[in-house]
């Protein structure tokens, strides 16, 4: 079988423990022993008909390796096991990947790029995407090229300024509810009438040490505990709310209704559109204090009221994240 690069690690840093320099094709050839990699699988070309997958594979996991001064590389073409890599292995791992070589600060500073001169240039983006690299993030986590201040030599991007979006998409995560709402003095939406809404969250900004712009988990979890005071509740714009003795009187197409507090969501916005209602979502999630927005650089809010049909709110801010 053809090994992802992960897999290649353990095993290439086992070959290097008896602290032998190897050359690369030495590598290959353990790699290809350990995993059985027949003949067929040795010759299968990248798509792009330069390079050879699991020699490809191998080479990634030797850069990896080699950012995080696990190995080293005394002359090119020739590597060697460092001492962080001997350790490494006293420990025993039973596996050895992107996540265990995070814990070193050479590899989460080359993996996060703040350190320009180790970017990996795009050719070597390209072939990453033919390593079955583990997302850490899961699908809804992409990398985004800003062209905004590129230069275009021949036809090839001479200089790429990355950032990076996560994006949730409540209809499928479970972020939403159900509220019914009026819009007042609009025709049709001036009745009272409900909705199943849904929360789109776009944030957009620099990776932290994990790796991460923000914890999918994390920003979902303080969206939802807002979403908490609007679930199964008529929302009413503040203004047009008239509360006494416990009852909560406005007005409405087909003329006033009185519902008692407790049905209520009274919030402070102009209306209870879709926008609005995303704005006001917006701004308590910027005004949550136990959120680390130090590296977004953007984040926007949508609230789907029908399928296929969004309100956004979006705020931009200055990324404190290098
Ligand atoms: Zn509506």
Request: aromatic content about 6%; glycine content about 8%.
């Amino acid at each position: 079988m053809i090994p992802n690069f992960e897999e290649t690690m353990l095993p290439t840093l086992r070959f290097l423990s008896d602290r032998e320099e190897r050359r690369t094709s030495a590598i290959y050839g353990e790699v290809y022993r350990v995993f059985s990699v027949t003949a067929e699988e040795r010759r299968r070309l990248q798509p792009s008909g330069q390079d050879l997958i699991v020699q490809n594979r191998i080479r990634w996991a030797l850069l990896y390796m080699k950012k995080a001064k696990v190995i080293e590389a005394p002359r090119h073409g020739v590597v060697r096991i460092a001492s962080r890599g001997l350790s490494l292995l006293e420990s025993h791992p039973s596996k050895v990947d992107v996540d265990t070589l995070m814990k070193y600060p050479e590899f989460r500073e080359f993996r996060t790029g703040t350190d320009a001169k180790h970017h990996p240039k795009k050719s070597d983006d390209f072939l990453m995407g033919e390593t079955n690299a583990k997302s850490v993030r899961g699908t809804s986590s992409v990398t985004k090229i800003s062209a905004s201040k590129e230069t275009v030599h021949n036809g090839s991007w001479n200089r790429a300024e990355k950032t990076h979006v996560v994006d949730v998409d409540g209809a499928r995560t479970n972020l939403g509810f159900s509220a019914a709402h009026f819009i007042s003095g609009h025709d049709p939406c001036g009745r009272l009438h409900g909705h199943n809404f849904c929360v789109k969250v776009n944030v957009e900004g620099r990776p932290d040490e994990y790796g991460m712009v923000v914890d999918f988990f994390t920003i979902e979890g303080a969206i939802r505990s807002i979403l908490t005071d609007m679930d199964h509740k008529i929302l009413i714009a503040k203004r047009h709310a008239i509360v006494a003795d416990g009852i909560v009187r406005f007005m409405t197409t087909d003329g006033e209704i009185r519902v008692p507090r407790d049905a209520v969501a009274i919030l402070d916005v102009k209306e209870t559109t879709s926008e609005l209602l995303a704005d006001h979502i917006l701004s308590k999630v910027l005004a949550n204090s136990d959120l680390d927005l130090g590296g977004i650089s953007s984040i926007a809010v949508g609230i789907t009221e029908s399928d296929g049909r969004v309100g956004w709110s979006k705020m931009c801010l200055r990324s404190k994240r290098a």
